[in-house]
């Protein structure tokens, strides 16, 4: 199988740089706060909730977070079981 990707030079890209990185995570930590936070503003949230838990003014952002951690989780044990060897095509050769 050939290497599609070819490494001209030694240079990193825009995204592969440090300082991007700690910006990028910053900009997506304050942003996960401030939606949070908005969960609290009275404006923004549901006058009748259908559950008591939806009171709650994180009740979504922790749902949520909670579901993918669940997806993923699961999605690990999952390629266990129907995941194929690297080589499998390879092997009928």
């Known amino acids: 199988m050939s290497d599609q990707h070819e490494h001209h030079s030694g240079e990193e890209g825009?995204?592969?740089k440090k300082s991007f990185r700690n910006a990028f995570?910053?900009?997506l930590v304050v942003a996960s706060i401030l939606a949070a936070v908005a969960g609290f503003v009275p404006a923004w949230r549901k006058e009748h909730p259908h559950?008591?838990?939806e009171e709650f003014g994180v009740f979504f952002a922790v749902w949520g977070f909670a579901a993918f951690m669940f997806i993923v989780l699961a999605g690990q044990h999952l390629r266990k079981l129907v995941g194929r060897k690297e080589d499998y095509y390879e092997e009928r050769e």
């Open 51 to 53: 559950f008591p838990a």
């Open 14 to 16: 825009w995204a592969d």
């Open 25 to 27: 995570l910053g900009v």
